[in-house]
């Protein structure tokens, strides 16, 4: 379906452990987001970079960090994992070419903080 | 909603049947986009209309922009069970290079 991809699809883990959350893509894309999303609610975009070594906050509230070292990788970290962070993560990506162009999502990653 | 509203929330249709979705916003914008997610999957980009554009095409799908209003609808023709999912608007606002989403309409098409 798309060339980008995130993994684990699912994680359970217990609180106080660190996560990363993983995502690839091979379109060769500058842009890249992640955006958190509980179930049958909005997304909420939550980090995003314009290329490597760019990252910046996005509109809601994290307490994840975020690297982008590589064009291709934009992996997402939680340092210490709290049941409120039980959510979908969906990570995204578009070419940097101006406004106008239509994001590729991943599958998602469902994570589950017990 | 950061974005705005979309109306209806959910949408219980019969197959070939015609569905619309609406979406407004609240910002002057680049371009407004419609995507499909499937249940508990990732988004799949369907179509985006630029800002100074206000009728679009795409195979069964069509979508107008009336930026005066800062509003949008969807409308899916000939509805299949296949199209069975929520469906996004969401809008690049002037100066931004980041999506914001809508809440979504749950689209259900009844065999």
């Known amino acids: 379906e798309a060339d980008i991809y995130q993994t684990p699809r699912y994680l359970v883990i217990g609180t106080g452990k660190k996560i990363t959350l993983e995502c690839s893509q091979t379109?060769?894309?500058?842009?890249m987001y992640w955006y958190q999303q509980d179930p049958g609610m909005e997304l909420h975009l939550i980090h995003y970079?314009?290329?490597?070594?760019?990252?910046e906050k996005g509109d809601l509230s994290s307490e994840s960090t975020v690297s982008r070292i590589r064009t291709e990788h934009f992996p997402l970290t939680l340092e210490s994992a709290r049941p409120s962070h039980t959510s979908q993560y969906l990570c995204?990506?578009?070419?940097?070419?101006?406004?106008?162009?239509?994001?590729?999502f991943g599958s998602g990653t469902r994570l589950t903080v017990v | 909603s950061q974005q705005g509203e979309e109306d209806p929330q959910a949408l219980s249709i019969q197959e070939g049947e015609n569905a619309t979705m609406n979406c407004s916003y609240k910002?002057?914008?680049?371009?407004l986009q419609w995507y499909r997610q499937n249940s508990g999957r990732g988004l799949v980009h369907l179509i985006l209309?630029?800002?100074?554009?206000r009728e679009k095409h795409s195979g069964r799908l069509r979508v107008t922009l009336d930026t005066s209003k800062k509003s949008s609808s969807l409308l899916i023709t000939a509805s299949r069970a296949a199209d069975t999912a929520s469906y996004f608007c969401?809008?690049?606002?002037?100066?931004?290079?980041?999506?914001?989403f809508g809440q979504g309409t749950r689209l259900t098409i009844n065999p």
């Open positions: 910002t002057s914008i680049n371009n």
């Open positions: 970079s314009y290329g490597v070594n760019s990252t």
């Open positions: 995204a990506s578009s070419e940097y070419q101006g406004p106008g162009y239509g994001y590729t």
């Open positions: 379109m060769g894309h500058d842009k």
């Open positions: 209309i630029r800002s100074n554009e």
């Open positions: 969401a809008t690049e606002a002037r100066g931004a290079q980041k999506l914001v």
